[in-house]
């Protein structure tokens, strides 16, 4: 009788293919270590510069109208107390993504902390007590390495999703983002070109929406389709995942994007961290933000325009107001006469309006009559 | 009849009350008030005996310029009997003077004197041959020799205490002569008398020969109780060994073990000065007798005679505001006059007394004295300049030693098991407490738990293996944290035993603010480490709170001296604290260097491929780094890489010793 013996495979994983890329990531790692090896032989501290990412060291590009991380740097020395282990952690963390992109994987950073978590031999120590002493250090190295995260094979959770006539092609599988139901298509953490491309757009805008029930509304009731625009959420902040996606569809396939966001000051925020960057992600502002997006709603006097009962006003307190006098402060919205007359009003009018508060005159009068109304009246605030 | 008695019947007229009354004498009233003496009970009252002996002695070997070598012998003689034995080299006691020391109360030398002394008032040997008297009914024996060529003299004596006169018991009342010699030799070992007669094998400080020239030893057979700790005769030799390191002592105790505490230097203490008293310190009462006591014919030479620091100008400014004429004779001076012009004296400008007459213990000798007794890495001393009180001259000297192992660490199992044996204490935990100085109840617990030893278990009740389970619980324990202060109180070189919380030092030590000084402290406590404190007040009438001369009374000059000595070492105290918390962060820089080195070296060789080789090799090159990096922690790691506790820029100033315990046994280093 023949034997079907399956040999188990006796070669190790199949070759990894460096992306060019993950080629210039391994270089930055590298020479993050030859700085090491360099200092050694010439007797003196190693060091490594570290943009600092404080709000000191952020400006606002008035030309380029975006948030720009400055030139200030942080020395961080492995012969310094008070730095020693938070050098020697960045150095680990750089072990752990060169790990990664030799081995063709990604993993979270949870994944990451886990992976370089272990006692230091000869002392109780370990490398990582909890994930938030790892987080910030990952970050310290994209800034360090001039990388992202994602090159460095890290990813995020998922968050936000997205539909419309647009087809794309996602690690190799083809997705038709007007075929994908009720849930629509979940944008993925990393959704750089060499993962995610695209095949085939008809789409001429996109739309873009703070919460995942809104963006369900918009859903069923195939917004998208009659007005032919990629429906997207961010789930509340956005996450980096989102972010890329929106600046990728508007500077690759040239759509303009518009936001419809709840009426209070958080609702601003999320904008302006569309439409400039992040202080945070200072250093990833210029792949991701996007400076011509515009600002749909909802607006302040749109309690007026569309004839709201007070049943449906939230009022504003103490956090809201200084949130919102903080935000007509930010260099981006201060010398916008609109926005200082649009926050203004908010204030004056001492309530907040969520995008929902729409449905108490018809469940479906947002995707009926005012976001087709704010298109077509092309009143926007930018 | 009875009834129609208007006034109850008397019991008694005031001629038959007058009957009765009479002279009581000295010694009855001090036989029947021991307690202002110190013979309150057999534990004191065995201390407080040997304390008289060996004052007197010193005092005397002092006085004669004497290097002091004394022997304590303890020997247990019945149930709550000892039969306790002092001797010492000094100049001995004439015939005539012995029964008088001896067997009268208020007889002495020191009394019409102000000098600086141990003994102040002349009670205090008399008082141990009385007390030894009435509870055991045998009397005190003494044989003294002034010189090997002369005859030495032995009496039995008792105190007669109606009439405060010495009864010589024997040699038909007249006590024995012994002949100089060898045939004094064999008269002392045939009747059994007690004696030393020569010196054990010299040490670098003896100046002493073979034979003992000179001397007196006295031997009191008494009721008391002999323990250990805490208030005991050994602590009592021990401490006095601390302030006196000149003196040499031989101990045996009741078990019959020998102890010496050696000087440790051979030099005698400059000899103090007597004084004649201050015009400030008299009262009017004394004002009074002194006036009709002198010999001087006008007022003006009574005031320049009889006191210190008047001189014929300030006699005529005294007598000018009493409004007495400097010629008139002080023995007609009336009650009222007197009264004016001790008034007069309070109110003129009168130079403070000449402080020559008190002879200090000193820095360097303080540091010997607590370096020869007490453990410690750290010691340090400060003595004040002379103030004064009341017109008395005195002045504080303060010693401090840091470090060291506990009293607990130090304790053999014999010697535990035979403290827990004697023990009274009703727990174990009061047992630790009393017995050992320096406890505090946070460091108990932690010996008993240690131990799992239960809170109620009696001392004296515990098994053969619960004792080794608690010794060595002691041993472990490092008490550093739990540890109270340990105090001694010394007045005039005499260590003060009892009542500490009455006593001016204890207070001023527990008023003190130690935390700035890098110590632990509760309010109202002392504070806490490994710290043994020395006090001494030096001066020509110490100021006792009570007759029993355990503790000093806190007047504000005094007060005053004692904090800003107190002050002065805890400076020093907390630079050395400063400046090994300092020595131990380099050292523990560079341990987190080195933990981080390792980790740096895998990464980056991870990154780079390198293989092991290479790896070490990167290794390497990190180190020598780290090491110029650290290089200070480096200047104090000795070639055995462990740490020196050596001062590197710090400059303690003087009198301050630091011991480095660790290497080579006990090396001293001085910064003088």
Same mark, same amino acid.
């Given at each position: 009788m023949a034997r079907k013996t399956k040999k188990p495979s006796e070669s190790a994983a199949p070759a990894v293919q460096l992306t060019a890329k993950d080629k210039k990531t391994l270089g930055s790692i590298q020479s993050l270590a030859d700085e090491v090896v360099q200092s050694a032989d010439r007797g003196r501290a190693p060091h490594v510069e570290i943009p600092s990412r404080s709000l000191s060291n952020v400006r606002f590009n008035q030309s380029k109208r975006i948030i720009e991380m400055g030139s200030g740097t942080n020395r961080r020395e492995l012969f310094n107390l008070n730095q020693a282990k938070s050098y020697m952690q960045t150095l680990l963390v750089g072990s752990g993504a060169k790990q990664l992109i030799d081995q063709g994987k990604t993993t979270s950073i949870r994944g990451l902390f886990y992976l370089l978590k272990h006692t230091i031999p000869g002392t109780g120590e370990e490398t990582f007590a909890t994930q938030d002493e790892c987080d910030p250090i990952i970050e310290d190295v994209e800034v360090a390495l001039d990388s992202m995260r994602e090159e460095l094979h890290l990813y995020a959770k998922n968050a936000g999703a997205m539909v419309g006539p647009i087809t794309l092609i996602d690690s190799g599988d083809e997705i038709d983002c007007s075929r994908m139901g009720s849930g629509g298509y979940s944008i993925p953490s990393i959704v750089e070109p060499e993962i995610v491309q695209y095949k085939k757009n008809t789409a001429r805008f996109v739309l873009h929406v703070e919460k995942d029930t809104v963006w369900r509304r918009f859903n069923e009731d195939k917004f998208w389709r009659k007005h032919n625009c990629i429906l997207t959420h961010g789930g509340g902040q956005p996450p980096r995942g989102v972010r890329r996606m929106l600046h990728r569809l508007h500077y690759e396939l040239k759509l303009p994007v518009y936001c419809l966001l709840d009426n209070d000051p958080w609702g601003y925020y999320i904008y302006s961290v569309i439409k400039q960057g992040s202080i945070n992600l200072a250093y990833e502002s210029r792949r991701m933000a996007i400076p011509a997006a515009r600002f749909l709603g909802l607006r302040s006097n749109d309690y007026v325009r569309c004839q709201l009962t007070p049943s449906v006003q939230i009022k504003l307190n103490e956090q809201d107001i200084k949130r919102a006098k903080q935000i007509a402060q930010y260099p981006w919205f201060a010398s916008k006469k609109p926005w200082q007359r649009e926050i203004e009003m908010m204030l004056r009018n001492g309530f907040k309006l969520e995008v929902e508060a729409l449905i108490s005159k018809d469940v479906s009068y947002v995707t009926e009559q005012y976001a087709p109304a704010r298109l077509a009246e092309e009143n926007f605030l930018d | 009849m009875a009834e129609n008695d208007k006034h109850p019947r008397r019991r008694a007229t005031a001629e038959s009350m007058a009957a009765t009354q009479r002279d009581i004498s000295v010694s009855e009233f001090f036989a029947k008030n021991r307690h202002l003496l110190g013979f309150d009970n057999p534990r004191k009252a065995l201390l407080t005996a040997v304390k008289e002996a060996v004052d007197n002695s010193l005092d005397a070997c002092e006085e004669a310029g004497i290097i002091p070598e004394l022997w304590v012998h303890m020997e247990a003689a019945g149930t709550n009997r000892f039969k306790v034995g002092i001797q010492d080299n000094g100049p001995g006691i004439v015939r005539k003077q012995i029964p008088l020391i001896f067997g009268k109360l208020l007889y002495g030398s020191k009394f019409h004197r102000l000098r600086m002394s141990r003994g102040q008032q002349g009670i205090g040997i008399s008082a141990a041959g009385m007390y030894g008297m009435l509870t055991t009914g045998k009397p005190v024996k003494i044989i003294s020799i002034t010189s090997l060529k002369k005859p030495a003299h032995y009496f039995e004596i008792q105190i007669d205490t109606k009439r405060n006169q010495p009864e010589i018991v024997n040699g038909r009342g007249e006590g024995e002569e012994i002949p100089s010699g060898d045939k004094g030799q064999r008269y002392i070992a045939e009747h059994g008398i007690e004696w030393v007669s020569h010196y054990p094998t010299p040490d670098e400080h003896s100046p002493h020969h073979k034979e003992v020239r000179s001397g007196t030893r006295v031997t009191i057979e008494l009721e008391g109780r002999y323990v250990r700790g805490r208030g005991s005769v050994d602590d009592y030799l021990e401490q006095t060994a601390i302030a006196n390191p000149h003196v040499t002592i031989h101990y045996i105790d009741p078990d019959n073990h020998e102890t010496t505490y050696a000087r440790s230097t051979g030099q005698l203490p400059p000899e103090p000065r007597e004084i004649k008293p201050h015009p400030y310190g008299i009262e009017l009462g004394r004002l009074v007798t002194m006036l009709k006591d &002198? &010999? %001087? %014919?006008t007022m003006a030479q009574f005031l320049t005679d009889s006191f210190s620091r008047v001189s014929p100008g300030v006699a005529k400014q005294i007598c000018d505001a009493a409004k007495i004429s400097t010629r008139a004779n002080p023995k007609r001076i009336g009650r009222q006059e007197a009264d004016a012009l001790y008034q007069a004296i309070q109110n003129t400008k009168i130079s403070a007394p000449a402080t020559d007459c008190i002879s200090p213990i000193g820095e360097p000798l303080i540091l010997k004295g607590l370096h020869q007794q007490v453990p410690g890495e750290f010691f340090c001393a400060a003595t004040r300049p002379p103030a004064v009180y009341r017109g008395n001259p005195f002045l504080i000297e303060v010693g401090l030693a840091y470090g060291g192992s506990s009293p607990t660490q130090k304790v053999s199992l014999e010697t535990l098991t035979d403290l827990l044996s004697e023990s009274d204490a009703r727990s174990v935990r009061q047992f630790l407490l009393t017995t050992f100085d320096g406890i505090g109840a946070a460091g108990a617990e932690r010996i008993m738990a240690e131990a799992r030893m239960g809170a109620r278990q009696s001392p004296s009740k515990l098994k053969k293996e619960e004792i080794a389970l608690l010794h060595g619980a002691m041993k472990n324990v490092n008490l550093s944290e739990g540890q109270s202060m340990q105090v001694l109180r010394y007045a005039n070189r005499v260590p003060l035993q009892f009542q500490p919380a009455a006593c001016a030092i204890t207070q001023s030590v527990i008023a003190n603010n130690w935390r700035s000084y890098g110590l632990s402290q509760s309010r109202g406590q002392l504070p806490s480490g490994p710290v043994t404190i020395m006090v001494h007040m030096a001066s020509v009438w110490v100021p006792f709170t009570s007759e029993s001369k355990e503790a000093i009374a806190s007047y504000p000059e005094v007060t005053k001296e004692l904090r800003l000595g107190l002050q002065a070492v805890g400076r020093k105290l907390a630079m050395y604290l400063n400046q090994r918390k300092r020595v131990q962060q380099e050292g523990e820089r560079r341990e987190i260097f080195l933990r981080y080195l390792g980790e740096v070296a895998t990464a980056v060789s991870s990154i780079k491929g390198y293989g092991e080789g290479k790896k070490k090799d990167l290794y390497g090159q990190l180190l020598d780094v780290a090491k110029r990096k650290t290089a200070v922690a480096d200047t104090q790691l000795d070639d055995r890489g462990r740490k020196k506790a050596e001062p590197v820029a710090e400059d303690f100033g003087e009198n301050v010793l630091i011991v480095d315990v660790e290497q080579h046994g006990q090396e001293n280093k001085e910064t003088v």
């Open positions: - | &002198t &010999t %001087g %014919g």
